[in-house]
């Protein structure tokens, strides 16, 4: 096969990495991309699904409940070769051990060609149950705001990771906390996006209709601004950890591309290039989004045809079930019953279940990158999210209103309507929400820029103290 044919191989072969894909909304949204795949992609294209999970059991069972789903939609499915199109790639990895984080990517940069997509979806909510009376009460008297932005959860304060380095008496400082809900939710993604910026990288000049490598951060309706503090970026003081880390992800993913975030980012992206055979030892210098470029991390190697980052993007999958907030399967079934009433009375992001709250998630995988330049050209980059309206749930693509950033970052404008999925139109406003100001916009960005700073800070921090090699 010559050069040519190769690329468009590659191209028609797609590969998409979803942490925490056993359960919930990760499961859900595995399924929905097998679905949207063979339903919009012509017959020569293939997906390769990249699912996490904290053991090989959680991997065992979900490849064998995914490939179940795939038979049991082939008698619906108009091309019968349709399941041969999608491989399942399994991987474990706890997202609160960075030792574990070191040793995927590892394997990852070795047996991967690519990653086209990675969503960032695992993640944990540190909650011990709800406060049954309080719950009660305030969705007889205030239901749409109290399943919207629940307030009766009871979190547990503190929670720090196991220890991440090795005891050793000759040791003679002692291992800083890390937060577990921040590590699972956002740290361990963001070494782990670093540690694989070579899969999610692509070529200066690439073919035409093709994609560049998308960063998708999971989010929550929930990431409210007084749920997050600087100062506490691990939130180990906080009653609201999970809150916090959404937060934290909207704010890194909205400034990604910003100038006041640019030196941060930078660094972020300057991973070592994937290990290749002794005699074809190569560095392609990454290029920052103003086509800058950076020194190749080998000078001693050749330099090769520069490469663009990937991009960030962020999406909240509304209210839909989940296992984050550990309650009785009654109770459980009484949430999905007044979410639904939530929804009839008129709210956008009560999704209700995991499958609908994937909306979003796989439109960002699969849309195309003019689709969603165009999008973020016109209107500013946006936290998307996964909306149904009326009795039957029908499914939208929305922006979401983020405190400080507004719908797009655009201070005084208003936001195009989308064409037939709606993607584009306002969602829901929370209540108290204000329209952006000049004021709030470059707080916005500041905030950014220290929170890209800390967290490359933290990172760097991190790896001295692993060393560069896992065990």
Known sequence: MNGNGALKAKQAHTHVLITGANSGLGFATCCRLIDEFLDTRPATHFLTLIITTRDTTKSNDTISRLETYLRRRAPRSKNLEDARRISIQAEQVDLTSLRSIQNVSKRLLVTTPKIDAIILNAGIGGFTGINTLKATWLILTDLIETVTNPPFKIPSIGLTTKPQLPYSEKSTTSEPPLGQVFCANVFGHYLLVHNLTPLLSRPTSPQPNSNEGRIIWVSSLEALAHTFDLRDLQALQSSTAYESSKRLT??????????????????????????????????????????????????????????????????????????????????????????????WLGSAWHTVSAYKGACAIVWLVLASQAELDGLE????AAKWGSAATGFRGRESVMRTEVEGWGFGGRVGKEVEVGKEVEVGKRGRR??????????????FEELGRECWREMEELREEWEERLGSSAE
């Open 377 to 380: 050209e016109a209107d500013g």
């Open 250 to 343: 909207d704010i890194l993913a909205l400034t990604a591309s910003l100038p006041a975030t640019k030196p941060w980012v930078d660094r972020f992206f300057s991973a070592s290039p994937p290990p290749q055979k002794s005699s074809q030892l190569v560095t392609a210098p990454l290029l920052s989004k103003d086509n800058t470029t950076k020194s190749p991390s080998h000078p001693e190697t050749v330099p090769q045809p520069q490469t663009l980052p990937p991009n960030f993007y962020v999406t909240q999958p509304g209210v839909c079930g989940t296992n984050i907030l550990p309650i009785h399967p009654i109770l459980y079934s009484f949430q999905v019953l007044v979410c639904y009433l939530a929804r």
């Open 430 to 443: 929370m209540r108290g929400a204000v329209d952006l100001t000049e004021e709030a916009r470059v707080s």
